[in-house]
């Protein structure tokens, strides 16, 4: 089976003026066909995310008119406007919101769901999206908006404003993405209003952004990131909050969105494999966005020199919101509007910079988390997630059921680059059941074809094996799909394993299902709404590669050799070298020296192609 949303790279889409003014004329006639009499451009199949819909079709034929002006498009942008005036505001309390500051305010909002009180925790963010809907077509009016329906439509923007920054809680889903659009929405409205309100409202904005988003980051892999419903992350909505900033910082030049911009992206090219894959997160593991993420990556993968655009999106949302049956919807509509305005072009180098929880070379990378163990291999177009042991995930040593990765103080990391080979030595303490505390050291060499994973730590106990991951997906074209086996070679002796319990928390790759969907069954909220990484962690058992020791190791050590990616046989020698180690293999000699010679006790490495 394929992933449903791991589709094409996303810089695979056209991004030429003539692509943009194609994409709008097909709205355009999609939007002509549906205007009912009523003024309504809403998709007939649309229930959820539905109050601000009709004005985003509207803000994408007002935004094709500004390029081409279409005679037939002012009558259908004033009555569309003129539903959304009519039919899709909405000044009574609906009944069941819990995040009022204020009852009876008597501003405006846009509903989630037009049903009252049918599902009533969407109406902030919808809020913000008809608040953003609005600005764009305040941007392109003049000319095409008599001046009656623009200040109606203007008072509905302050009201908007109004209602997500005085009359609720603050972000109340702890969205960064959806903050952050509250904060450009303020910030577009702003230079359409009057000198003092104008200076008002854009300082309530960066307010809002330091105080209320900022303030409250949290950290992942080193970096202080928007939290994005209870995460630091997730793989559709970082690269929406990226669009954000993108946008603040286009239209305000402050410095501060930028910055913010930078780390993120920077985040997103370290935790991203070559091939585009990536998974995890706070609320959709693997359900990638499209179209909403490409001002983002694209902007800010210009400004720090990473293809963040190998970024591998959801195709059918390519341009545009759709539903089932292909057709436009006005979701998001604003996204189209600011990537067809902003004149950024992709970066399509990989950044030559060192990361530190990423190794990466030609078609190799490694996305290391916050610990220094790997989150994702990738090599010969195959992905590898962490290995689950006794409700223990990761890569690594296992002796008595126990898995030795998890650091119990400084985590010490070392790379170099040597005759066509990129090197990362990651040297951790850690501590068995024994309490005996041990030194792990793993070296991870590519050539950008191969990934070799030599692993040394302080002779155990038992018969220890190395845990080298769950092979999970590998390319199959612009898709990926899901996969129980891969190409992998080790030293000693490797073995396939699978869980022999059933039941959701024994993952056997060999199933059709996806990460995702287990990890939603085995977290404590329903599918939307909780943390699938958070149920992944109850995971028992899984899938996983099992290495054995290399047999003529140092007597002081056990040591693990396994290469990924192609190759006839792996050889591989560990040798004391005076207080340091030698590592050889066909295809490297690797010296490791001693920690204790370095005034910072930092290990050394010395790398050499053979």
């Known amino acids: ?207 809002l952004y330091t105080d209320e988003i900022r303030a409250h980051r949290v950290t992942d892999r080193g970096a202080a990131l928007p939290p994005e419903h209870g995460g630091a992350y997730d793989n559709n909505y970082g690269p929406i909050s990226l669009s954000f900033l993108a946008q603040a910082h286009r239209i305000s030049g402050e410095e501060i969105f930028a910055e913010d911009g930078d780390t993120l992206a920077r985040y997103i090219d370290a935790r991203l494999t070559n091939g585009g894959f990536d998974n995890g997160g706070p609320r959709y593991s693997e359900q990638h966005s499209a179209f909403e993420s490409v001002l983002g990556l694209r902007y800010f993968g210009a400004r720090i020199g990473a293809d963040l655009g190998r970024y591998r999106g959801d195709s059918r949302w390519a341009r545009h919101a759709v539903k089932e049956d292909g057709g436009v919807d006005g979701h998001f509509a604003w996204m189209l509007v600011w990537q067809s305005q902003d004149t950024t072009r992709w970066h399509r180098e990989p950044s030559t910079a060192t990361a530190r929880h990423q190794l990466r070379a030609g078609t190799v990378s490694v996305a290391f988390d916050s610990q220094l163990t790997p989150a994702v291999v990738e090599a010969a177009g195959t992905y590898y997630l962490p290995a689950a042991v006794n409700r223990q995930h990761g890569f690594g040593p296992v002796v008595d059921g126990f898995l030795l990765c998890r650091p119990m103080g400084e985590v010490r990391v070392r790379d170099v680059r040597a005759d066509g080979l990129t090197a990362k030595l990651v040297t951790k303490p850690v501590v068995g059941r024994d309490h005996v505390l041990r030194h792990l050291q793993s070296l991870y060499v590519t050539d950008g074809t191969s990934l070799w994973t030599m692993v040394t730590v302080e002779r155990l106990p038992g018969t220890p094996y190395l845990l080298a991951g769950l092979p999970y997906a590998e390319d199959d074209g612009d898709r990926v799909r899901r996969t129980a086996e891969g190409e992998v070679t080790s030293a000693g002796a490797l073995r396939l394993t699978h869980p022999s319990a059933e039941g959701i928390d024994h993952f056997d790759a060999r199933a059709e299902t996806t990460q995702e969907l287990a990890a939603f069954a085995l977290a404590a909220d329903p599918r939307g709404y909780g943390n699938p990484d958070e149920g992944w962690r109850h995971l028992v058992s899984s899938t996983a590669l099992e290495a054995e020791p290399v047999s003529d190791a140092p007597d002081d050590l056990h040591a693990f050799a396994v290469r990924y990616g192609p190759g006839d046989g792996l050889t591989a020698s560990f040798t004391r070298d005076g207080a340091g180690l030698t590592v050889r293999t066909e295809a490297f000699t690797a010296r490791i020296g001693d920690p204790a010679g370095d005034p910072q006790g930092e290990p050394e490495l010395k790398l050499s192609g053979c």
């Open 1 to 207: 089976m394929h992933l449903p949303r791991q589709l094409g790279p996303l810089h695979d889409l056209p991004d030429t003026p003539e692509a943009y003014d194609a994409v709008l004329a097909d709205v355009t006639e999609q939007a002509l066909a549906r205007l009912t009499p009523e003024g309504s451009l809403e998709h007939p199949d649309c229930v959820d995310d539905i109050g601000d819909t009709s004005l985003g079709i509207t803000s994408l034929l007002a935004h094709a008119w500004q390029r081409g002006k279409d005679p037939r498009l002012p009558e259908a942008v004033a009555r569309s406007l003129a539903f959304h005036l009519r039919e899709r505001v909405y000044t009574d309390d609906n009944p069941g919101y819990p995040n009022l500051r204020k009852r009876d305010s008597g501003l405006p909002y846009a509903r989630y769901t037009l049903a009252a009180g049918a599902h009533p925790i969407g109406d902030w963010p919808s809020t913000v999206w008809a608040l953003l809907q609005a600005v764009n077509i305040l941007d392109a009016a003049d000319g095409l908006v008599d001046d009656g329906q623009r200040a109606e439509l203007l008072d509905l923007a302050r009201g908007y404003w109004r209602w997500l920054t005085e009359a609720t809680f603050f972000n109340p889903q702890e969205a960064g993405n959806q903050a952050i659009g509250c904060v450009v929405g303020g910030l577009m409205l702003a230079a359409h209003l009057p000198d003092g309100e104008r200076e008002s409202v854009r300082s309530r904005a960066l307010q």
